[in-house]
């Protein structure tokens, strides 16, 4: 098959978005993501609902995804899907459908791990101002993961750190719901955390060997802390809710700039790139582009709609690994667990 000719349709299905996306030569053109609504009155997403969701979202979103790329699925060269890791459910729908587009088709199958995706969007042509150069550090900040990888290669990777609790997207939400925010309370913590005081009311750092994280602690104190504030004043949140926030989010950019900064200096790697739903928090962006003035690193930031899940990051994965030939068989499952 012509190198120059190459159309790769992605499938991501991991969590609660179904998303597919058509890439042509690297480039992007058509990315299509149905939120799932669902899970917003239960505070968190359900499995069982979101796998239902996928069900019904997944043949309009690709024939969506084809028809704004104006491809046939006939022009296919392969399919990529993700694998995992995720909610089984949910990968369960993408993996199956992907299998019988591509054996119907007789077109090549392509895994994808939904981590090594985050990471690699960065290659996508307009995901950001420049792609990042080998080696580098990866910093996947989402819901489920909090990673710092050690990109070498496209498929060279070698997680140096992880979160030993909750991710950080986790401890967003979990903070949120204390707070009394709307789920998901993430992009909302980040939003009055731009109009309050950071220094109102410090927070503990939790104390963690190596490159490694801990984000339960710093939840838990914010539990009791707000517990004992709401004692002398009931009204203490909606009072001091800025400023919490704030709070929360300087502690959280703290204890990710100190892992960073011991990752820089124990790898000798000053590229940082990060993906992953988080990293679409204005504190963290505005961080990382200081630590670029101030310590002479080159940060990359993606676009947002390359942060969070999309097919977009799969699709491009699938490319590289169509150059490769790396391809799988129909006899593949879903993996709920399943590391770089």
Known sequence: MNTQNIYILGIESSCDDTASAVLHNGKILSNIVATQEVHKKYGGVVPELASRAH???????????????????????????????????????????????????????????H??????????????????????????????????????????????????DDAVGEAYDKCGKMLGLPYPGGPLI??????????AFPFTKPKVDGLNFSFSGLKTAVLYFLQREEKNNPHFIEENLKDICASFQYTVVQIL?????????????????????????????????????????ITHIPKFEYTTDNAAMIAIVGHYKFLQKDFTDSSISAKARYSI
């Open 55 to 113: 069900q019904q979202n997944i043949v309009p979103v690709i024939d969506q995804a084809l028809k704004e790329a104006g491809v046939t699925k006939e022009q296919l060269s392969a399919i990529a899907f993700t694998r995992g890791p995720g909610l089984m459910g949910s990968l369960l729908v993408g993996t199956s459908f992907a299998k019988s587009l591509a054996m119907a088709l007789q077109i090549p199958l392509i895994e994808v791990n």
């Open 190 to 199: 980040d939003k009055y955390a731009q109009e309050g005081n950071e220094k």
């Open 257 to 297: 700039l100190d892992k960073l900064k011991k990752a820089v200096k124990e790898t000798g790697i000053k590229e940082i790139a990060i993906g992953g739903g988080v990293s679409a928090n204005k504190g963290i962006r505005t961080m990382l582009k200081e630590q670029e003035q101030k310590r002479n690193w």
């Open 115 to 164: 981590m090594q995706a985050h990471i690699l969007a960065h290659f996508i042509d307009d995901a950001s101002e420049r792609k990042p150069n080998f080696p580098f550090l990866g910093v996947t900040i989402s819901g489920g993961h909090t990673q710092i990888v050690q990109v070498d290669d496209y498929f060279k990777m070698k997680v140096i750190g992880e979160t030993l």
